[in-house]
Structure formats: C-alpha cells, structure tokens
C-alpha cells in the first residue's frame, strides 16, 4: 500500500475497461472515489464530492463518450473554481484530439495500451500537477509549435461568429450588422478556413474552447 493512498475518479463509457483500471489502481492501494460513464456524469460526480468537501486528486478521462465528451469535461473540471487534474486514458491518438485535450487543460495525456506500473506513476505525477504525455501526444505538441501560428480572427470576423453561436442565420446577420448575405457567407468562410473546421458548429466550438467569444 503506498503511504498515501489517491483518491481517484474514473471516467470511461465501457464498464468493463473501467473495472480493470480500477483493479490495478486499487492493487496498487488507491481508491477509486466515483466511476462516470460520460462527461456529464465526471463533472457532477467531482462536484458532489467537493460539495461534500471531499476533493478528488485526480480523473482518470476517456474522450469519445455519449453526451458530454471528455475534452469538453476536462475543460470544465480545469477551469472550474476548485480545479481537479485531468489525466486522459484513451484509445483516440489524433494530433487534433490530443491539442484539444491539452489545450482543454489535461495535465497528462496517456493511451489505453500504456504498462500498469507507467499509469501508476502518471496517475501519482497528475495528483502533482506534473505532466506525463505518451510519445504520440509529445510528437503532436511538437509539430504543433513547429507549425505556423494561424492566422487571428479580425474584428468583423468575430463579431459574425459571436451571432451564429446565437443561433442567428446569414439572413439575419446580414440585416443586424447592415452587410450582404454573402458578405456573411465570405467571412464566415474565412471563420473556417482560420480555425481548421468545415460546419458553423464546430467554429463556434472551437472558439469557445480557444476563449475567442
């Protein structure tokens, strides 16, 4: 048993996986505090606990969940006024998942495929603070700083996305910011070939998740 014992919470929409971490953390003398199927259900478990005044030292995060998925989650439980670390255990190795997890505020990124004694010991270094990142998530990070920074948003640009994520149309864009309908097409095609997304509602995504509205 180590001398001090984590209390963890295990977030993964297979059953059977989450029994089998949960062995190993609890071989290992840790605790596992609250299991979650999805994000949704990771975010209220770790507000009951520190409702109850009981914090958890770390979630253990898969990404691809029903609902709520886990970068949205772990963005939830980084930024709220207690904060958890976030330690994500997932299958999903795409650099553009892996960004969006980090920038999200995991502290650590690990595949489902990692060793048992690796996960104890970035379990442990997540309960820290410190970062524990599998290669592929080094790698992708790398290129990330390697890549050009993309281009900003400018101000008009903006101010067009911030009205979509009201859930008004072209149309009614156009006739609040006194511009052609295609005008509003033009910038908001602009919108997604800056942010890297195809649809209206991954631009407005993203640019919650970047702090851009």
């Known amino acids: 048993m180590p001398s001090d014992p ?15 971490v949960r062995a190993v953390l609890e071989t290992a003398g840790h605790r596992v505090v609250a299991e979650a199927g999805t994000g949704e259900e990771a975010v209220r478990a770790v507000e009951d606990l520190l409702r109850d005044g009981d914090r ?12 709520t998925d886990g970068v949205e989650a772990t963005r939830r439980l980084s930024t709220s006024p207690t904060p958890v670390p976030v330690l994500v255990l997932t299958t999903y190795d795409t650099d553009a998942l892996i960004l969006r997890a980090i ?5 650590g990124y690990l595949l489902k495929d990692t060793p048992a004694p690796q996960l104890l010991e970035a379990v442990a270094s997540a309960s820290t603070g410190r970062t524990t990142l599998a290669p592929v998530a080094s790698a992708a990070i790398a290129s990330s700083l390697r890549a050009p920074r993309p281009e900003a948003l400018t101000a008009r640009e903006l101010e067009v ?13 156009g006739r609040q910011l006194a511009i052609a309908e295609s005008t509003v097409k033009s910038h908001l095609l602009r919108v997604f070939e800056k942010l890297g ?17």
Do not use: C, K, W, Y
Not at 6 to 13: K, S, Y
């Open 197 to 213: 997304v195809t649809d209206r509602t991954r631009a407005v995504t993203l640019a919650l998740e970047r702090g851009l509205l």
């Open 161 to 173: 996305l911030r009205l979509v994520a009201m859930g008004s149309s072209n149309a009614q864009i």
């Open 103 to 107: 920038e999200a505020g995991a502290t």
């Open 56 to 67: 958890p030292d770390v979630v253990l995060m898969d990404l691809r969940m029903p609902g």
């Open 6 to 20: 984590l209390r963890i919470v295990l977030a993964d929409d297979h059953p059977l996986f989450r029994s089998g």
